[in-house]
């Protein structure tokens, strides 16, 4: 990815939008956003954990998901904060 490219890849090596982008989504198309990006991060726990209990456990292959998991999270995060205001009381 080159610096000013406004798409970054996503956890799941889809393309996902960048600061710029995500600041233009509505409250509508985050929430969305949001969904997918937990559903993914909670498909993911399971892969993990399926993986972990197998008998042949790759932990390489696991890394990679926990890495992927932990990206995943981020971005749950910065949507989350676009959803709600910082108000400081």
Known sequence: MSIGEPWAMGAMGDRCAGPDERAKMDESELR????????????????????????????????RLKKRKLRLKDEIALVNDLLVPDIIA
């Open 32 to 63: 969305a956003r949001l969904h997918v990006l937990s559903q993914e991060h909670r498909d993911l726990d399971a892969a993990i954990d399926a993986l972990a209990r197998s008998a042949t456990a790759d932990m390489l292959q696991i890394a």
